[in-house]
Structure formats: C-alpha cells, structure tokens
Nanobody, 121 residues
Framework: QVQLVESGGGLVQAGGSLRLSCAVS????????MGWHRQAPGKERELVAV???????TYAESAKGRFAISGDNAKNTVYLQMNSLKPEDTAVYYC???????????????WGQGTQVTVSS
C-alpha cells in the first residue's frame, strides 16, 4: 500500500518557475533516499536530482544552478524547485523513494505516477 503522490506540474513559459512535491503514504519505517527523474517524449528516463535523509544532494548537470531539491523527513516528502525553466525541461517528472516499509522487509525502490511539466517557448 505504499504510494508516492506527486503534484505541482503544469504549463509554464520559458524563464518561469514551478515547484514539484512528492509525499509518501502508507506505513513506512525508514526512507533512505528520495529523488526526481524525468522522461521526455522519445527519450529514456534520466536522473534530475536526489537527496538523502541526511540532506546530501546530487544533481544532473542540466539541473545545476537552476533546480533545488529539498526534503522534509518528518513528512516523508520531497520537493523540487525549478527556476529558469527551458523548453528542453519539458517532460514527465517521476518521484522515487528507496525505503523500508517495516523491520525485516526488503528495502525497495518505489515510483510515483508522474506529473507533466511543459515549458513553452
């Protein structure tokens, strides 16, 4: 019953900003890493940014300086602030989380349903 629910996507003009959010629902013992990937039409899914529960962040080169990932450990929620958006940022953005639901159960990677981000020229 673990679910990741994303929100915040939409249509924005080039140079604009959006903030995506992703919340994990269900009984969770521990979340280790959460992050964002994206997939544009005709392209493979690619990493955008990840953050650990300790606050360590990693960004794709295309996102550095424009995007910022943050998290709220108490809420098991991750955010992606996207500034100076470009048409090439247009994609479906997917949230993911590496977590353990209960003691002595396997750590697993879960994915959200995706949220569409469209940046017009």
């Amino acid at each position: 019953q673990v679910q990741l629910v994303e929100s915040g996507g939409g249509l924005v003009q080039a140079g604009g900003s959006l903030r995506l959010s992703c919340a994990v629902s269900g009984s969770i013992r521990r979340v280790n890493v959460m992050g964002w990937h994206r997939q544009a039409p005709g392209k493979e899914r690619e990493l955008v940014a990840v953050i650990t529960s300790g606050g360590t962040t990693t960004y794709a080169e295309s996102a550095k300086g424009r995007f910022a990932i943050s998290g709220d450990n108490a809420k098991n929620t991750v955010y992606l602030q996207m500034n100076s958006l470009k048409p090439e940022d247009t994609a479906v953005y997917y949230c993911n989380a590496h977590l353990q639901a209960r003691w002595e159960t396997p750590w697993r990677l879960y994915w959200g349903q995706g949220t569409q981000v469209t940046v017009s020229s």
